[in-house]
């Protein structure tokens, strides 16, 4: 009986790498992309929205073939790897007549969702080279809003699944590991938060964020076909104070260590992050699984 195996923080037993030989055994003209979408079918290996996790498969399948467990069908196309290849944003022009006033002078505001749409390149842009961050393209589950007054854009969030391990937001929800595991897809993270530098209007961005959560609450159960129940941040504690968050009644729940998720010196080695969260609910514990409050 083969040994099992620890993959993505899943137990793969000696019985799933003997059916995966099985099937390759069984299906000798293949490519890799047919057998993990096979095995994702098998193995019922599918995300909330009903699509195949077939990356994760596929990472699976060479970890499995690396090791000796298996061996994969010689590739039969060249693959890209998009972080590698993928080209940053180029500039979009767009009128940059500075905007004075109150919010009063600028609503109705316009709420547009643009990931995968015809105005996801603008979002883009204006994340590349107005945020002092740049452009980063996420992974994982993600939306991208564009907000615009009177059809010029003003400002742009970016909302993208939660990081794995963050050790105050964890002792907050009081969840245990096996319920953070399980139940981390139920948080998202603010990744980018741009107001363009020719807008000056004070208030502006804590009416922003107090208008976003109940429309990401929605849009996020409509892409990924699952609730939300917490929103968290992270605030450069050596650029930004973290004041908008403040007024728009999120909470500060500490900080980070400032070590990364890949540390192995157990030094900081970034700066130091102020973390803020948001419960969508007065139950959000609960829902989490974490330990009432």
């Not at 105005?119 to 002092?132: D, K, M, Q, T, V």
């Not at 157990?266 to 609910?281: D, F, M, N, Q």
Request: hydrophobic share 35%; proline share 7%; net charge positive.
């Amino acid at each position: 009986m083969e040994p099992s195996i620890r993959y993505r923080n899943s137990v793969v037993t000696g019985e799933d790498i003997a059916f995966v030989r099985e099937l390759i055994a069984a299906h000798p003209e293949d490519s890799r992309w047919a057998l993990s979408r096979k095995l994702c079918q098998h193995w019922n290996w599918v995300q909330p929205n009903g699509a195949l996790r077939d990356m994760v498969c596929r990472g699976l399948l060479l970890e499995l073939d690396r090791g000796g467990y298996i061996q994969l069908p010689a590739s039969k196309r060249k693959t890209n790897n998009p972080f590698l290849t993928r080209k940053k944003p180029s500039l979009i022009l767009i009128d940059q007549t500075p905007i004075h006033g109150t919010v009063s002078n600028l609503v109705p505001l316009d709420f547009r969702q643009v990931r995968r749409t015809p105005a996801e390149p603008l979002f883009n842009s204006l994340i590349e080279h107005y945020h002092y961050l740049g452009y980063c393209h996420p992974v994982g589950e993600q939306l991208k809003y564009i907000i615009f007054s009177k059809d010029r854009p003003i400002a742009c969030l970016a909302w993208s699944s939660a990081p794995r391990h963050i050790g105050c937001r964890d002792r907050f929800i009081g969840w245990p590991k096996e319920m953070r595991e399980k139940n981390l897809s139920l948080i998202a993270c603010n990744t980018r938060f741009l107001l363009l530098p020719w807008v000056r209007i004070p208030h502006l961005a804590s009416h922003i964020l107090g208008r976003m959560a109940r429309m990401l609450l929605r849009d996020w159960e409509r892409a990924y076909n699952h609730p939300l129940h917490y929103l968290e941040t992270f605030v450069d504690t050596e650029l930004f104070t973290g004041t908008c968050y403040r007024a728009a009644n999120w909470i500060h729940i500490g900080q980070t260590t400032g070590r990364g998720k890949h540390d192995k010196t157990h030094k900081p080695t970034r700066s130091i992050k102020a973390v803020w969260g948001y419960p969508l609910s007065k139950d959000f514990r609960r829902h989490l699984g974490g330990t009432p409050g």
